[in-house]
């Protein structure tokens, strides 16, 4: 029997009352898997970077998780991003998952603020100069829908990994192959900083095959045929679990010790997935103090 790997967890931070309740109801549910970290993203072109902020706070103070507070390059001097750096020290964060972040809602494309950070590399290099922190990066198995080839996302990822970076979450796939080859190019590259896969576990196939568009992850059609004979016979809660579980499987057979779920704050199918892995669970007290 494979070991256990180790797990984290990605959350968003809640933009009204329903969706705060669904963030705690989400932590506590996850708590118990014993994370190595947590993220908090930030929204599209750092809408909810306050939001973020107060979230990473309370998850850190009230449930001791090691949170990986996200941080882009959207609409703000390097002044000011490292400002939110200090104040993420401040609150006890000591690692930041550093990403160019998508383009402001209703731009066209993602720009520069005229005196940001001209990418993720700089924004790594800055963060890393600092000593205080580990930093994450992303990585895509599939060509960014900003890339040229994955050919130039691998050489990029070196680049963030040669100026501070000490691991890298790559985007979700559908395929463990797909992330075998792209870790074989990584290796090939002289990469050898830890490339943790991204798990989004289906919990709803058309809601997933929308954001795999935007995100350029390419739909396997036995996939999508599968699911859609799932749905239509009612096993899809059923047929979601055992594809994600398999899907975790596979990597760990192929070596794969780390694996990063996208839980979109809905926890019941990811903590599923993470018990049928074998993940041990302990009792996590809040502290209200």
């Not at 506590?28 to 929204?43: C, D, H, I, N, R």
């Not at 830890?194 to 289906?202: C, F, K, M, N, S």
């Amino acid at each position: 029997m494979s070991k256990s790997p180790r797990i984290s967890f990605e959350f968003f931070p809640p933009q009204g009352l329903d969706a705060s309740f669904r963030l705690w109801e989400t932590v506590q549910a996850l708590a118990p898997m014993q994370p190595e970290f947590v993220s908090v993203t930030y929204g599209a072109g750092g809408t909810t970077r306050k939001l973020t902020h107060e979230a990473v706070g309370t998850i850190h103070r009230h449930y001791g998780l090691n949170v990986a507070a996200h941080l882009t390059c959207v609409d703000a001097s390097k002044a000011e991003t490292m400002e939110i750096v200090d104040a993420y020290y401040e609150a006890g964060v000591r690692e930041i998952v550093a990403l160019r972040g998508d383009a402001p809602k209703g731009a066209s494309h993602w720009e520069k603020h005229p005196e940001g950070f001209a990418s993720s590399v700089e924004l790594v290099g800055a963060i890393a100069k600092t000593g205080k922190f580990k930093v994450r990066v992303g990585a895509y198995p599939e060509r960014h829908p900003d890339s040229a080839s994955t050919a130039a996302d691998v050489e990029f990822l070196k680049r963030k990994i040669d100026a501070g970076a000490t691991s890298a979450i790559t985007q979700f796939f559908f395929e463990a192959d797909t992330f075998f080859r792209f870790r074989d190019a990584c290796v090939k590259a002289g990469i050898e900083a830890a490339i943790i896969p991204g798990i989004l576990p289906i919990t709803s196939w058309e809601g997933t095959k929308k954001f795999a568009a935007r995100c350029g992850t390419q739909v396997p059609a036995r996939l999508d045929e599968a699911f859609t004979r799932a749905l239509r016979d009612g096993r899809q809660e059923l047929f979601a679990l055992a594809q994600c579980t398999q899907l975790c499987d596979r990597l760990i057979e192929g070596g794969v010790e780390d694996l990063h779920f996208y839980t979109l704050n809905r926890p019941d199918l990811t903590r599923e997935v993470v018990r049928a892995l074998g993940v041990q669970t302990q009792p996590v007290l809040e502290n209200v103090a």
